[in-house]
């Protein structure tokens, strides 16, 4: 076992090097090239209202860095209350480093009281457990096909290849290299790079039929789905997103604070994932619920980064769904991927059914917690107390 020493990162003088670690820890992601973006990441941090208390760590093997590990920290209510609780992220040791990587999370562990973690490599999910957190449950990982072009090529028999003219076999596709259906957040899940999908173009006759089949159906499940009700495109977020989040925390018992001063830092302007757009539905004039929508992977895939209905009213969520599945559709996204927990202000699953979405069991995430005070640990640790979207924390700040 390699040795090396864990030092608090206190400026910019190991930015470099964790770059460097960056790309030799995932070379099959040519985004992880562009360092200036994990840069503005964490310049991004200092306009954080609690940019004081990120914290980060190097692990040094003389000038060299071998592993890295940030503490980004976020408000929370839990039973009312408000709390701070710190997220693990950016989480990378080179091979031969092993026992620094139970190091740095030790790091983690001393310097905060609290922690809430959105994560889903098993192995980080082990060491974050042995020193504290509590394993809640599995989120809910939803997605809606929008373009059959994001299906492995299927056999096509051989009456409807006559009739389209189409040729006995097709060449495989060729550049692969951005890997469509792996999401840039997904990074830490592999060890080595994942073999691609086997998957060859789809002729355009076949493709565009079969697409215009998606349009058809989603027309058809999308009638009456919410009721009378229309979201809206907002143009950001105002002060009913805090009489929103206000009637939310007095229902829900743990919840990420999410008032119209934190969607501004967290999607705003400045933000990596900015620009976002912001569905809204306010029939009469009071926000009952919105959704932040984001395009990436070139806008290939389309993601429901939050979703927040007033309790009780889930004909304002199918509403909200309508909409982002059509504006997704519009944007020209092949697919939508929404990550959440199944509680009162989320989309519930039957009616994410209902509108064409399927659960997806692969590459979902696990909600950890620890929390110094028992009572609020305990309250944290039902996950049936907890609304919590996928944009809620660390999980997506990489997201492109």
Not at 81 to 95: I, N
Not at 310 to 338: K, N, S, W
Not at 348 to 368: H, K, M, V
């Amino acid at each position: 076992m390699k040795k090396a020493v864990v030092k608090l990162m206190e400026g910019p003088e190991f930015e470099e090097g964790v770059g460097r670690l960056r790309i030799r820890s995932f070379p099959y992601f040519p985004e992880t090239r562009d360092t200036a973006f994990y840069e503005r990441v964490y310049r991004w941090f200092e306009g954080h209202p609690l940019a004081g208390e990120v914290h980060r760590w190097v692990a040094l093997d003389g000038e060299r860095v071998v592993g890295h590990l940030a503490a980004t920290p976020q408000y929370y209510r839990v039973n009312g209350q408000r709390v701070v609780a710190h997220t693990p992220g950016d989480y990378m040791v080179d091979e031969g480093y092993g026992f620094q990587a139970l190091s740095l999370m030790r790091n983690f562990f001393r310097a905060t009281q609290n922690c809430v973690v959105c994560d889903m490599v098993p192995a980080v999910i082990e060491i974050e457990s042995k020193l504290g957190a509590k394993v809640v449950g599995e989120m809910d990982y939803a997605a809606k096909l929008l373009n059959v072009s994001r299906l492995p090529m299927p056999s096509v028999p051989g009456p409807i290849r006559r009739a389209l003219n189409l040729p006995e076999s097709f060449a495989p596709t060729r550049d692969f290299t951005d890997r469509p259906g792996v999401e840039t957040e997904d990074a830490e899940e592999y060890i080595a790079p994942p073999a691609p999908r086997p998957r060859a173009p789809l002729p355009g006759p076949l493709k565009g039929l079969l697409n215009r089949g998606l349009r058809t159906v989603d027309e058809a499940l999308g009638k009456n789905f919410g009721g009378d009700l229309e979201a809206e495109v907002l143009d950001g977020f105002d002060e009913s997103f805090d009489d929103l989040f206000e009637r939310v925390a007095a229902v829900v018992p743990c919840l990420p604070e999410k008032d119209a001063a934190f969607l501004r830092w967290r999607y705003g302007p400045g933000s990596p994932q900015a620009p976002v757009t912001v569905l809204g539905v306010r029939p009469s004039g009071r926000l009952l619920g919105y959704a932040v929508l984001r395009g990436a992977s070139k806008g290939q895939d389309g993601y429901v980064l939050d979703l927040m209905a007033l309790p009780g009213r889930q004909d304002v969520a199918r509403a909200l769904l309508r909409e982002a599945t059509r504006h997704f559709r519009e944007a020209g996204a092949q697919i939508i991927r929404y990550r959440y927990l199944d509680s009162p202000t989320s989309a519930r699953s039957g009616d994410l059914a209902r509108l064409g979405f399927f659960s997806r069991r692969g590459r979902r995430n696990y909600l950890l917690v620890k929390f110094a005070d028992g009572g609020q640990h305990q309250t944290a640790v039902d996950l049936t107390n907890w609304s919590y979207n996928i944009g809620d924390g660390e999980a997506t700040f990489w997201l492109r």
